[in-house]
DNA sequence: CCTACCGATCGGTAGG
DNA sequence: CCTACCGATCGGTAGG
């Protein structure tokens, strides 16, 4: 893997270390980063498109993160450290953290920017030399096995469908949040994103989702 | 829509109506394109590269396909004729459609390349103001119309479980396939394509598969 | 943080 | 189909 996002250099930097004026200049272009992300990917985003949003030139910006590729780890950064805080909250494995994953799906459909960043990315992100290659990997890794382990400890309650192979179930199940997103996006006014999620796991579960 | 694909205009063209070497061209230069797509999406695509895969120069392209988007309309009408030839095969709405799609996730494995095509531009088109944002639009109604009609069959032959909603299961199967895309080009090594769709129908259906 | 600049690349055109 | 070119835009740097 040959541009491997390096998250920890992007902490470094000029702005940080108390100066609250640059790191709060710092959130304006992550802002700004995550909204022109989503409308043109990254690869169709420019530096100078990014920077007139937040109010500096593309210069400006790149004292800020000194390449293209930084300013993108740092808005994977950021994404990762908003989920984890919202997972602080999280229940223990089983029906709990399913019904936590169709809040999420709420509050997505609320913020289609989000979606549109998250969705364009990972298509771009498939190739393997891109630079949010291995966030992915390890993104697709890590949501699979959250959700692996909620799919056996209800099985081992019986709160799962005879027969139902929880690895294909959580595999799955992930697969089928990233189709919508992309299907809704195309035709909001067709696609029921939250009721799909329901309709899958209801046919799954033996207990309701409530 | 601003930039709607004018398709028909596509077939209209220098080197039409029955010039063999012409029309050898422009299929070596849309085969050449339907690489590049998928390699770095529509909108990181250059004429130029797609030109020199195909033996000419950017310029020379551009004696064939006039724009930029009429060479994205050929590739999406020639994907379109291949997808009906495929189809004139085609059995009755029923399980023989499902085993029909099965087929075809097998064929993607086989293929990455035009998996890797489809899942950027889908991703892409969601915006509307991308030139192929109309063809996915309708893409998606006539996969969800051709699937429900099987799941329609199914349920009313009592091969499908009770309580299911053909329409929701058909919404949700076409989102399944375009998200299993995208993880499985992420991670090949670590998703099923066909098992997990051969999943999810198989906890659909009263019916085996086969 | 800015102005000013660099080399590279883009889609498209002129003119054959 | 090509050579030669256009204006626009890109990421990044120099120098303050």
Redesign the interface.
């Known amino acids: 893997m040959r541009h491997d996002v390096r998250v920890r250099e992007t902490t470094a930097g000029p702005a940080t270390g108390g100066y609250a004026k640059g790191r709060i200049r710092r959130e304006d272009i992550i802002t700004a980063a995550v909204a022109v992300y989503g409308?043109?990917?990254y690869?169709?985003s420019s530096l100078r498109e990014i920077a007139k949003r937040a109010g500096i030139t593309h210069a400006g910006l790149l004292y800020y993160f000194p390449t293209k590729e930084a300013l993108l780890a740092a808005v994977l950064e950021r994404r990762d450290a908003e989920d984890a805080e919202r997972e602080q909250l999280q229940a223990a494995p089983g029906v709990d953290v399913l019904r936590h994953f169709l809040a999420l799906a709420e509050h997505n459909v609320r913020h289609p920017g989000i979606v549109?960043l998250y969705?364009?990315l990972?298509?771009?992100?498939?190739?393997e030399d891109h630079p949010a290659?291995d966030y992915?990997?390890r993104h697709?890794?890590a949501a699979?096995e959250g959700v692996v382990g909620s799919f056996r400890a209800l099985a081992d309650r019986g709160e799962l469908?005879p027969g139902?192979?929880p690895a294909?179930?959580a595999?799955?199940f992930?697969?089928?949040?990233?189709?919508?997103q992309?299907?809704w996006?195309?035709?909001p006014d067709?696609?029921?994103l939250v009721?799909?999620l329901r309709?899958?796991l209801g046919?799954?579960l033996t207990v309701p989702l409530g």
């Open positions: 409308e043109a990917g690869h169709g549109d969705s364009r990972a298509a771009e992100a498939v190739a290659h992915f990997v697709y890794r699979r469908r139902v192979d294909a179930a595999l799955t992930v697969a089928l949040m990233d189709g919508l992309v299907q996006l195309t035709t067709e696609v029921d009721g799909s309709f899958y046919g799954l």
